[in-house]
């Protein structure tokens, strides 16, 4: 094993200790007065509460899957014995990392709003410090578990040759990849119907009817609002981030396994261990990027954001540049079929450029400082149904900028990997390149998680300012940290979307990969493919695409991509409704306590705000489920049914429509949000008009859009790429 | 020529002859009072205006592409000198098709609501009949251009054999296909867009700002919403439909000719012959069906229902029959290639199975006497917000049952066919089973188009009832006429949605064909694929394929597949923003006359229509060319940057995103428009309470999505298919 490899580890310790560090400091804190202390308590037992429910459904699910896959590892010899385990440390790590975000989390709130009392520096460095716990948290437990089972495996897996073990122990690994996969999507999915169940019905009635504020105390939804926040966008957003950042380290890692699988061990461990040293690289550069976020007293806000930009930046810019020595410290010389050094860095920047420009696009359509947004706040004079046309309508309008970028990636990303030869000898180069591209994107996520993870923390904050009834200029501060946090975040999520599509591509040749896996389960060593006879274990994945014709006349194929689409529309359609539904139950219930409970709106009688915990929970507990599962079962029939081509199709289907769905639905969302706090800033009418009601209406009914179905659809799109890479055995053995 | 082909002219001939005699007949009946008179010229009027509008700009468009397939074809010979001249007759006839129907309606709707007082059979016969005549306008004049370019071609087109003389035949009579997708977006994406900016406007301020009635002369928008009524619903329709009627014929016989081509010219002859054969049939078979369509005086609603579905059932049991009666009188007798006479049959069978469970499950999702759309309208009790999001999960969720009907139905077609061996050697069989049962679908579109039709006749004449101030009676009457229109043209939508997404499919091997063509245009007379080299022409789908490595595997195709989803979306969201820009301006200009033209609300003062109708000439006239060009440029630029494989890719994902996308809008608009009537027929609160206004939100938003976005992707799909083919002369040049 290379020396480098150390670095794994050790970035991963460092990354906690870190973690550890600022959460003490954190905890240093006091969380205010005596009011502030019993909500913060109340929102933090309530979203333990949730969590510790949706466990017991997850852990019931991870059970039976793990079980599934022991029969056919150990009754139908068609899956590596280490499968289960694997697969249960994912979802164990990706639920830690929610957890440990999300505790922190509840503890920062309160905290956060009492030294914004002091300024709004302090507050800024308490919730960004906080986010930063979760955003190393995820890296450190990321790199952790790879850690381990690149250890583990290293020392038990021996096939006939090095080189053989290498693709076994690296697709094996990619099994722990679906275990967090599938913890992200229960914890999105269900965190997100939580959330925005709450948030909708409080909003429906508080806002629009009743004309009371977010976060009113008399509001009997804020409670539940409020924990949805932390289970919703804290919980499922740790959970969905390791799930991206495992994913393309792990689906690089068996890329390179297999594309120099004809050069021997010693190039192999070259590809294998270059995504993991960038990320751990990235762990360092996001820590320097972390303390470099610290501002003067009395800063202004320019200053802040700057700040923070400056923050994301330097990491972004130090790992591009130091990609190139890593590449050039692993030997990447141009022999043996690897690429220069340069090349594969080149794919890295193609990679951080569209991660840029996503972002940049994205806050062009959904950010009030530019035209789209304000335009979209405009309609709102002649009521909610143009708010609502002209809202899809942007949303859909922005894909283009984003699919295009991601295209021109793609190219550049393969391109710059194999000196622009774009032909079926290149093409495990190629991927390769696009994957490893996926990893730069991702490696500095220790710091971009933060400034995404802030946010909500900022949020709640101001939720307990407004609950404890501080000064309202404490919840300005608190709404100035916020917003600040979605400029921010803006690049990172852009890192988040792009990285996304391009592992999804990844895994599509990584599920050819696990088909050759398949083939010696089963005991299959050579194939033949258009007349020649191939070892099965040195087959090309042009072999194994001849092999089971997973061409686009391939009537499987087609038929794969039409069930594809249709279950990234299907599975937003559920969650949609699931948020609708508990939404609906949740109007009922606050509007029922406005009536019933006398003094409520006057402030002298405390709301029932367990009541509506319990909606929140109980609809999410239950809806969840069927989306999720769906998410496990489609992918496994279609492979039973259809085979290797109809899976190819299902992915590469659910893929481009789902990306797009995802961006379209993410943009919408925001824009809703925005143009709802452009009127709010006192424009067409202000706070209370007729266009601010049309506005919430956008607001709401993006609520679902951007924090429910849009984020859940990225980890449908690899987690229906997992299970079939999971199920490749059995496939190849019916097929 | 086998002399079966003279039933095609023949039965064009009779088409036209009966739309004729159906025409005459209805002029017979009396417009009704002055006033009925006067509303019916008004809207007559403003319907002629706009479409001569219209026609202005698509005339300009149609002038450029000619120039441009001209320079292409005499310029650099990479293309058929034929195919100038098939584009424009596609246009015209296209054109033509729409513009009989909306004359014919426009002169119908008065003459409708006059019967109707007499009684609801005589209404019901005059919009019937009046339907049929657009319904066998298309058909007449599809055969008719298919028949004329037949007789054309075959005289003049001299290839070195028959069989390859076949070949280019089918494929340049293909190209009059791109003119008519081209005419039909246009007519649709134009048409949509006025006809929604009128209905849109009208609403906001006529129903939900002043708790006026829909059409009541007071609205100043009423004119331009029944003039949107006729150039959309009507002449937008018919010019869809004609595409979707040639495309799929012509697509047929295209896969027939090359997939026999190594049978020689007696045998291609069978399989070009059938799709024709089958359509001419259809057509006697429609008339037959429009003739059943008769009920007696005093009939219940029970017994109208019952007569229309006799009509369409018929036709379509007969056309199953009877296909096998064609199939066994051509010779398909499993010799020479061909498949048994009954095989192909049970293709169309199976096609005709998916028309009518698609059909069903739309009636299911939209319908207000089932579940959903009940829930959707009781979520209305918790304001507009709950209504959009559960509209929204509702359209989404139903795109599973059609997605996965269309899937087995794809799978049967191609198995029947080649008796369930799926293989790269029964690829061109397969493909034209799928594409055989398309046509079956559509072959007796005279008679579900005038069921289609005739709900916008009905509609309209429920206008001019309203605006004339008939009795109340009357408007009752016209709308039980619409209603029951709505559940008839469910199965006629199925089989819209159904042939649209077969026709696609066999598009995409009609593409591949076309490569070959271009191959023989630009000198290319061999091809090196894995090792072997191969004739041009006989080059089969697969050698093609393989050529250009059209798998999932090659970037461009993933790239394709990206762009190709992302155009879906694109052009939704620019229609959609069109008719949001364009309501927002009607809802202003309809607000201010209400503000400055005193008496307008009480009936003592008309109301200026002249100006809605201008507004929404306007919007159309200049938004409809943006989204139309881009569906153009984007799959010429795809072909000349990323060649053939990128190619397949766009139009694969274009497919799937797109079908899902238009199934997505069409169910959650119809179920928005039914819940509104669900509530207006006096559920949870009934007309102008809270539940109301937010179902009314949920029409309006809906609006866009079922008649603008969502009817104009089935047309995008196939013309970036169309416009792939006619340019492949030119990509395979560059590439």
């Known amino acids: 094993m290379n020396y480098l490899f150390y670095l794994v580890p050790a970035a991963a310790v460092i990354a906690l200790v870190f973690a550890w560090i600022f959460f003490s400091q954190m905890m240093k804190e006091s969380e205010g007065t005596v009011t502030m202390k019993e909500i913060a308590q109340y929102v933090r037992e309530g979203a333990m509460a949730y969590l510790r429910q949706q466990y017991k459904v997850v852990i019931i699910v991870f059970a039976v899957l793990a079980v599934l896959f022991a029969v056919l590892a150990y009754g139908f010899g068609v899956q590596n014995p280490w499968v289960p385990f694997a697969f249960l440390t994912g979802g164990f790590f990706s639920g830690l990392a929610g957890y440990v975000g999300m505790r922190t989390a509840t503890y920062a709130s309160a905290r956060t709003a ?149 050069e021997g061990e ?54 591009a540049v130091l990609t190139f020595g890593v590449f ?20 890295v920047v193609s990679g951080l450029l569209a991660g840029v420009i996503i972002g940049k696009i994205t806050e062009y359509y959904t950010s009030h400082s530019y035209k789209p947004t304000q335009k979209l706040a405009e309609s709102a004079q002649t009521g909610p149904a143009t708010v609502i046309i002209n809202g899809v309508g942007l949303g859909m309008i922005s894909t283009a900028v984003p699919v295009v970028t991601i295209a021109v990636a793609i190219l550049l990303a393969y391109g710059c990997a194999t000196g622009f030869v774009f032909s079926t000898s290149t093409l495990s180069l190629g991927l390769y390149g696009i994957s490893i591209a996926a990893v730069g994107m991702l490696s500095t996520l220790g710091i971009t998680l933060a400034t995404d993870a802030y946010g909500p923390i900022a949020d709640n904050a101001g939720g307990n300012a407004q609950m404890s009834e501080l000064d309202p200029s404490v919840r300005e501060k608190t709404d100035i940290l916020d917003s600040l946090g979605n400029t921010t975040a803006a690049t990172g999520k852009g890192f988040a979307i792009g990285s996304a599509a391009l592992t999804a591509l990844a895994l599509l040749a990584s599920y050819i990969e696990e088909i050759k896996i398949g083939f010696q389960h089963i005991g299959k060593t050579v194939l033949e493919v258009g007349g020649r006879t191939v070892d099965t274990m040195s087959a090309s994945i042009t072999d194994i695409v001849e ?32 948020v609708g539904r508990a939404a609906q139950k949740m109007v009922v219930e606050v509007r029922r306590q406005f009536r019933e409970i006398a003094g409520i709106l ?78 709010e800033e006192g424009n067409f009418g202000g706070k209370n008009s007729a266009s601010h009601h049309a506005t919430v209406v956008g607001d709401t009914v993006g609520d679902p859009f951007k924090d429910t179905s849009g984020p859940s659809l990225n980890i449908l799109i690899k987690l229906m790429s997992m299970v079939s890479i999971v199920m490749a055995g059995l496939t190849v053995m019916l097929h």
């Open 114 to 262: 009492n030294a914004t009392m002091r300024s709004l520096n302090s507050g800024l460095k308490i919730a960004f410090r906080s986010g930063a716990v979760m955003g190393l948290t995820v890296v450190g437990l990321g790199l952790l578990d790879i850690s381990i089972w690149w250890i583990v495996l290293h020392a038990f897996v021996q096939e006939a040759t090095a080189a053989q073990s290498l693709v076994v122990i690296t697709t094996t690994m990619l099994t722990f990849g679906m275990g967090a996969s599938t913890q992200a999507l229960f914890a999105r999915v269900g965190g997100g119907i939580y959330t925005k169940a709450a948030d909708v019905g409080a909003d429906i009635v508080g806002k629009v009817e009743q004309d009371i504020p977010e976060d009113d105390p008399r509001n009997p939804a804020t409670i539940a609002d409020n924990v949805g926040d932390n289970v919703g966008d804290v919980a499922g957003m740790g959970a969905d981030l390791y799930e991206s950042y495992c994913g393309s380290i792990l689906a690089t890692m068996a890329l390179g396994a297999s594309a120099f699988f004809s």
């Open 266 to 319: 010693a190039i192999q461990m070259k590809a294998i261990l270059a995504p993991m040293v960038i990320a751990a690289i990235g762990v360092v550069l996001s820590i320097i990027g972390i303390f470099v976020v610290r501002t003067k007293e009395g800063a202004s806000l320019k200053d802040l954001l700057g700040s923070l930009s400056r923050g994301t930046n330097l990491s972004a810019i130090l790992i």
């Open 328 to 347: 050039y410290v692993l030997g990447f010389d141009g022999t043996h079929g690897l690429p220069q050094w340069w090349q594969l860095s080149l794919s």
């Open 547 to 578: 092999y089971y014709d997973i061409t686009l006349m391939n009537p499987m194929v087609l038929v794969g991509i039409f069930i594809g689409s249709m279950m990234a529309f299907l599975f937003c359609g559920l969650t949609m409704n699931a």
């Open 602 to 679: 006057e402030g002298k009688q405390r709301p029932d705000y367990t009541s509506c915990v319990r909606i929140s929970t109980k609809a999410a507990q239950h809806e969840m489920i069927f989306p999720s599962l769906l998410a496990i079962v489609v992918p496994m029939l279609v492979g039973i049914i259809l085979g290797p081509a109809g899976v190819i199709g299902l992915l590469a289907g659910g893929l481009g429509a789902g990306f797009v769905l995802a961006v379209f639905l993410a943009n919408s969302g925001g824009a809703w949000d925005n143009a709802k706090k452009f009127v």
